[in-house]
Antibody, heavy 118, light 112 residues
Framework: VQLVESGGRLVQPGGSLRLSCVASGFPVSGHSMNWVRQAPGKGLEWISYIRGSADMTYYADSVQGRFTISRDSANNSLYLQMNSVRDEDTAIYYC????????????WGQGTLVTVSS | DIVMTQSPDSLAVSLGERATINCKSSQSVLYSSNNRNYLAWYQQKAGQPPKLLIYWASTRESGVPDRFSGSGSGTDFTLTISSLQAEDVAVYYCQQYYSTQYTFGQGTKLEI
């Protein structure tokens, strides 16, 4: 099982970017997935969930209405579309896979850094 | 949202000694229908992503050394490292997955 994130970069406040997470060793359609972020020197913050069937998504209040989670079975990838970004969105963004028997994250990617600054 | 509060924020323990980290949830994470506590523990070493240690409050993930153990139920949980090793230096987080809005504790920094 491997998760590799990409897409993080410097972006201006109010801008947009899309993060990707390529999965290998398992089908993304078979597991629920999450995005979790970590601001510099801070703790972990869960921000979004997608069911393996992609028929259910959840968001933290801090990103609701600005971020959109999705997945693509053909590319075996997870995505996070980030719109109207703010300074406080600066963080390392991790994708994670939920376990077979419960909603705990049993695999994590190495993360991709998003910096929001003018 | 369920608020997870860990204590202490930081902890220094001698090699070979026991380390204990506490986690308290603002509401019960015990699901009565299956009698399971929806609580996980993660370890994050410097510059690395988190790693799952414990799930269902007390089930050790495959490959995790047996010096790590989890206990507790309802709203109060504990992660115990029975004999601290140098490689256990890390920040430890609890997380509830009872609610659809997952939440983490603020983290406990463990040092030698």
């Amino acid at each position: 099982v491997q998760l590799v994130e990409s897409g993080g970069r410097l972006v201006q406040p109010g801008g947009s970017l899309r993060l990707s997470c390529v999965a290998s060793g398992f089908p993304v359609s078979g597991h629920s997935m999450n995005w979790v972020r970590q601001a510099p020197g801070k703790g972990l913050e869960w921000i979004s969930y997608i069911r393996g069937s992609a028929d259910m998504t959840y968001y933290a209040d801090s990103v609701q209405g600005r971020f959109t989670i999705s997945r693509d079975s053909a590319n075996n990838s997870l995505y996070l579309q980030m719109n109207s970004v703010r300074d406080e969105d600066t963080a390392i963004y991790y994708c994670s896979r939920e376990g077979d028997s419960g909603s705990f994250a049993d695999s994590w990617g190495q993360g991709t850094l998003v910096t929001v600054s003018s | 949202d369920i608020v997870m509060t860990q204590s202490p924020d930081s902890l220094a323990v001698s090699l070979g000694e026991r380390a204990t980290i506490n986690c308290k949830s603002s509401q019960s994470v015990l699901y009565s229908s299956n009698n399971r506590n929806y609580l996980a523990w993660y370890q994050q070493k410097a510059g690395q992503p988190p790693k799952l240690l414990i799930y269902w409050a007390s089930t050790r993930e495959s490959g995790v050394p047996d010096r790590f153990s989890g206990s507790g139920s309802g709203t109060d949980f504990t992660l115990t490292i029975s004999s601290l090793q140098a490689e256990d230096v890390a920040v430890y987080y609890c997380q509830q997955y009872y609610s659809t809005q997952y939440t983490f504790g603020q983290g406990t920094k463990l040092e030698i």
